[in-house]
């Protein structure tokens, strides 16, 4: 059974920048997704990257600032988050989509389409 299991996070100060990893114990899975819940508020979608073909999608909240990669080799998604910002704050859990659609890509902003997730990491940006 696919599992994900999520390290880095943390605190780090506004404008600095951070790495989670997103670490698959199979290759059963055509996307994966990262998704931020800051306190108090609703999960939202972040970033997505799409195994075959390989695209991705990002909000217009992190567009510019977070990129989302995968080392093949470690079956691994990364999220890099640089310029960060307090709103940034929260928990932010990887998940995976394990229904392949061919050329379907991946999508960020419906996280029922994610059918395993992380254990979550916090961060938290504050000086």
């Known amino acids: 059974q696919l599992q994900l299991v999520q390290s880095g996070g943390g605190l780090v100060q506004p404008g600095g920048s951070l790495r989670l990893s997103c670490a698959a114990s199979t290759l059963e899975y055509s996307a994966i997704g990262w998704f931020h819940q800051a306190p108090g508020k609703e999960r939202e979608g972040l970033s997505c990257?799409?195994?075959?073909?390989?695209?991705?999608h990002y909000a217009d909240s992190v567009k510019g600032r977070f990129t989302i990669s995968r080392d093949n080799a470690k079956n691994t998604v990364y999220l890099q988050m640089n310029s960060v910002k307090p709103e940034d704050t929260g928990v932010y859990y990887c998940?995976?989509?394990?229904?392949?659609?061919?050329?379907?890509?991946?999508?960020?902003?419906?996280?029922?389409?994610?059918?395993?997730w992380g254990q979550g990491a916090q961060v938290t940006v504050s000086s």
């Open positions: 998940a995976a989509d394990t229904v392949f659609v061919p050329d379907a890509g991946c999508t960020y902003d419906n996280p029922y389409l994610y059918a395993y």
């Open positions: 990257i799409s195994i075959e073909p390989s695209k991705t």
